[in-house]
């Protein structure tokens, strides 16, 4: 080789490294950026756990404390301008519709009865023959539990039944309880005389 490129061969192996060096520290810039990057996503995202955690904590206490109100609220039967005449007939029934609500896990708020509904056509065109007594419950359950303690009226109840009504709001506390105000009427054949 002559003297002149012997004397390009360092400046070209320098200008080479030189070259190797910058795209080594480019890319190793680049992913030191991607580190931090998600070093702080990762720092958000653990403080967002932690918050959310808490939070369910606390969802969870006051849905305990929900649970015990519900539990320490105490049925009120009421009538709503009943005369009591025949109520004897539907004693076997109250009791067996109030069975199986709780044996379905339903809590019962309230029950009002009416011995003579006047929006009822059975006992508007046969109140000489059957007896009617119209129940609207106030509930609380899951829809599972009110699904269940429905179909065991609907399907195996031995007395005759209408359900009215049936009117579902989710609880705001824990959407999992609803409040449902539900009506049943129930009728009987009077005795003839």
Request: aromatic share 10%.
């Given at each position: 080789?002559?003297?002149?490129?012997?004397?390009?061969?360092?400046?070209?192996?320098?200008?080479?490294?030189?070259?190797?060096?910058?795209?080594?520290?480019?890319?190793?810039?680049?992913?030191?950026?991607?580190?931090?990057?998600?070093?702080?996503?990762?720092?958000?995202?653990?403080?967002?756990?932690?918050?959310?955690?808490?939070?369910?904590?606390?969802?969870?206490?006051?849905?305990?404390?929900?649970?015990?109100?519900?539990?320490?609220?105490?049925?009120?039967?009421?009538?709503?301008?009943?005369?009591?005449?025949?109520?004897?007939?539907?004693?076997?029934?109250?009791?067996?519709?109030?069975?199986r609500a709780q044996s379905n896990g339903l809590l019962i708020r309230s029950i009002e009865y009416d011995m003579k509904p006047a929006?009822?056509?059975?006992?508007?065109?046969?109140?000489?023959?059957?007896?009617?007594?119209?129940?609207?419950?106030f509930l609380v359950g899951s829809y599972s539990q009110l699904q269940a303690f429905l179909n065991g009226i609907n399907n195996n109840?031995?007395?005759?039944?209408?359900?009215?009504?049936?009117?579902?709001?989710?609880?705001?506390?824990?959407?999992?309880?609803?409040?449902?105000?539900?009506?049943?009427?129930?009728?009987?054949?009077?005795?003839?005389?």
């Open positions: 080789m002559n003297k002149k490129n012997k004397q390009y061969v360092p400046i070209c192996f320098i200008a080479a490294l030189i070259i190797f060096i910058a795209i080594v520290f480019l890319m190793a810039k680049g992913k030191i950026e991607e580190y931090n990057d998600l070093n702080q996503k990762t720092i958000r995202q653990n403080t967002e756990l932690q918050n959310l955690e808490k939070r369910i904590g606390e969802i969870e206490t006051e849905n305990e404390q929900e649970e015990l109100k519900l539990k320490s609220i105490k049925p009120v039967y009421e009538s709503t301008g009943a005369s009591g005449e025949n109520l004897a007939v539907y004693g076997n029934m109250f009791e067996e519709i109030i069975k929006d009822d056509p059975i006992y508007m065109e046969y109140s000489d023959t059957y007896n009617v007594c119209q129940l609207k419950f109840f031995e007395y005759l039944t209408s359900i009215s009504k049936l009117n579902v709001t989710a609880f705001r506390a824990n959407t999992d309880y609803l409040l449902i105000n539900l009506g049943i009427t129930l009728y009987s054949k009077k005795q003839q005389k």
